[in-house]
């Protein structure tokens, strides 16, 4: 599996979220303006990270913390130095001093965390995933800090963290119960809904052609947590009908009637909305001209609909429109669809960018 793209298109939260949820192993690289950055994984869990903005040694950080003096420090570097065969840093202290691996592991993955989470300001850049066995410690960049934790820390809480500092702009406003209370909630979201339908079409992904394509993938997918959906080519302010699934009840040509639509975006509508924001919706859809014209051919709608983007090379390549009608009750949480469509976009571009 290789993954690479921009960070406009694909940030680091949806990255972790698929990484996390497909349970690869390899690195990813990220750069931006302001600096480059390294995250290994093993099995979907973070154990190594890197950046070029953090420079703390791990001798510096247990210094610190008080886990050790500096003059062990200055002592277990000439060691280090003088072994015959490379030996990690931080072995060499606890075999040396007796420093307990639980200590130095507690202050790594601190260190690990505060670096995965300044990521989540890079709105700008590139990254790259390899699939990969995770490396030695022969790189200080790969890893200055000298230490890979036996345990990674979660993805997943990566990610609600992530977006809460986002959203707050600091970390001193966090509550841990609160985090592993939503933690709790997105774990019981993603096994109720199709962790491992996720994990399948994640697979089919790397090789679209098989499943007849990224566009028939997504409805594929959307098949299996919505009644009915129509998928849409964005074509400036115009919205084409490509593709579609569940309206065999309209008639009997539901297809070629999707493929005639042609919906004009009005600026206050929640298309638009959808368009300028790249991000999924659930909601009631508005009055605009195009959304009467959408409640019609469908004979009308529930109360609550999907709507979500496909973004591929920045822009809005696709958009999604799915429903339970003739149901009401409301849609499940689409938290593992949204990832697929992330990754879908990146898996267009690549497809395209081929064909040059």
């Not at 030695?136 to 000298?146: A, I, Q």
């Not at 339908?197 to 499943?211: K, N, Q, S, V, W």
């Not at 005639?260 to 959808?274: D, G, N, P, W």
């Not at 976009?345 to 395209?352: R, T």
Request: net charge negative; hydrophobic share 45%; charged share 20%.
């Amino acid at each position: 599996m290789a993954l690479e793209g921009c960070l406009e298109d694909l940030g680091i939260r949806d990255i972790l979220q698929i990484l996390s949820l497909s349970k690869k192993s390899g690195t990813l690289t990220l750069k931006c303006a302001a600096g480059e950055g390294v995250v290994c994984f093993l099995d979907g869990q973070v154990i190594r990270a890197s950046s070029s903005l953090f420079t703390e040694t791990l001798g510096g950080l247990l210094c610190e913390n008080q886990i050790v003096t500096e003059k062990q420090v200055s002592d277990a570097l000439i060691w280090q130095k003088n072994l015959d065969s490379y030996q990690p840093f931080g072995q060499i202290l606890i075999n040396k001093y007796q420093i307990p691996a639980a200590e130095i592991e507690k202050i790594i993955a601190a260190q690990i965390e505060k670096i995965v989470l300044s990521f989540f300001f890079w709105t700008e850049g590139y990254f790259s995933f390899q699939l990969e066995a995770v490396k030695s410690f022969d790189s200080t960049f790969l890893n200055p800090l000298d230490f890979m934790l036996e345990h990674g820390l979660s993805s997943q809480r990566l990610v609600i963290k992530g977006k809460k500092i986002s959203e707050s702009g600091s970390e001193n406003e966090l509550d841990e119960g609160t985090i592993e209370h939503e933690l709790s909630v997105l774990k019981g979201q993603q096994s109720q809904y199709g962790l491992d339908l996720l994990r399948g079409m994640l697979a089919e992904l790397e090789y679209p052609e098989l499943g007849g394509g990224i566009i028939l993938l997504i409805l594929r997918y959307a098949s299996e947590i919505m009644s009915r959906a129509i998928i849409f080519d964005v074509r400036g302010g115009q919205l084409v009908g490509l593709g579609q699934f569940g309206l065999n009840d309209l008639n009997a040509v539901a297809d070629e009637g999707v493929r005639k639509m042609r919906l004009q975006v009005e600026s206050e509508s929640l298309f638009a909305q959808v368009l300028r924001d790249k991000v999924a919706v659930r909601s009631t859809l508005k009055n605009s001209a195009a959304e009467e014209q959408l409640r019609k051919f469908l004979n009308g709608v529930p109360e609550e609909i999907f709507l979500a983007p496909l973004v591929s090379d920045g822009e809005v390549a696709a958009l999604l429109y799915g429903d339970n009608f003739p149901a009401n009750h409301l849609l499940p949480a689409a938290n593992a669809f949204e990832v697929f469509l992330s990754q879908a976009g990146v898996a267009m571009e690549q497809a395209l960018q081929g064909t040059d």
